[in-house]
């Protein structure tokens, strides 16, 4: 029988992983700047949190969830994104308590699953990074949280990048708009792509965000969003705007981008890379306020902002950009053990390398002293010991800089010794 993994899904083989670990070394570097704090809550929720958090006239919850029953007939579902299980972790663990600094600022890391089709940069199981700001309204928040997923694209050495603004509104403009939408589109009914003929009652919005081209022909001329918003909503879009500006990050405002996930409102954003390497207009980044949840989900009334990327798309398009990610930790020394005999001290010596601090490796299989070189070689080892019969004999080994190709004596007593990690030092100081 040949096992398969799921479709959609990806194993993370060994040659992968030095990408991922810089992504997220980067990443928790930008995020410690700005305060985030890291919080991890279950891969998998009850089906309800995200039909009630995400909408369940979104896709994601009405096609591409995972749900299932467990043995003692639950539903749940493995979560789709992050937003709604950390507004529920916020909710259910207190995090609003007065004592407790606000804004509070978490971030989060891991697996997503989405029945999606997949496809280059489209998988059911991704992984994601996102935040989320609790408790403050002011549009500082909105741009900080912005111009850090942007300086942190920039560290990981992405240039190619465009940034889409937009607003929503309240609820009460967007129940207003809603209705313009509506009759402007009802005319174009029978031209419309069946997708956007099912949301044009459901969920019209979703319409502007069509990527069928009739659909993007009969929406150029739509009424915008921007046209119905609240006093409040639009203070709050142009102040914004003006420390975007002040910021000097680059922006577009984009009055068709609505996003696929219901908890919006006011300020949304993506960050899509331009680069002709990878098909254009590819979303890395996505996020916005989300004022009504956590009252929603039970909570205090409380503002958030926050963002995920895609951890997989950033690999593509950082591999296509050819960004050099820096490779592993080499390995400090390799030990080649010449006959059986000295099975025992190589052992020895591996061990007491790793005590000191050290990365070691040892060959396994009797080879050749010349194949044991050669490994040494492909491993990127710095130093190499060799310890064959008469050196054992003597109590000693060589000792090889990989770099320089010098080689001395040394004593096993020396390389036992504590003392060993300052002759490594020494050794290769150059
Ligand atoms: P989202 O736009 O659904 O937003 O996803 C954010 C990012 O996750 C996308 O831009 C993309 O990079 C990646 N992504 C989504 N689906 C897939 C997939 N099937 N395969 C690979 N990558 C994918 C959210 O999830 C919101 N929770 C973001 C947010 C946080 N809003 C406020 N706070």
New binding site residues.
Partial sequence: MNYQKPKGTADILPSEIAGWDYIETVAKKELAKYGFKEIRTPLFESFDLFSRGVGESSD?VSKEMYDFRDKGNRHLALRP???ASVVRAYVENKLYAPEIIKPVKLFYKGP?F?Y?RPQS????Q?H?L?V?VFGSKNPATDVETIALAFKLFNSLGLKELKLLVNSLGDSQARVVYRQALIEYLEPFKEELSKDSQIRLYKNPLRVLDSKDKIDKEIVKNAPSILNYLSEDSKRHFSEVQKMLEALNIPYEIDTTMV???DYYSDTIF?ILTTSKNFGSNT??????R?DGLVEEMGGPETPGF?????L??LLLIMKKEEITIPSEKVLDVYVVGIGEETNLETLKIVEALRANDLNAERDFLFRKPKAQFKTADKSNARLVITIGSSELAEKKARIKNMKTGGEQSISLDEIYSPSFKNIFNLLTSD
């Fill in positions: 994601i994104e992050g937003t997503m989405r999606e940069g489209r998988m059911r991704f994601q996102g989320e996003r696929g996930l993506e979303t890395i980044c996505a996020g916005g989300y926050g963002f995920a990327f895609g997989e798309r």
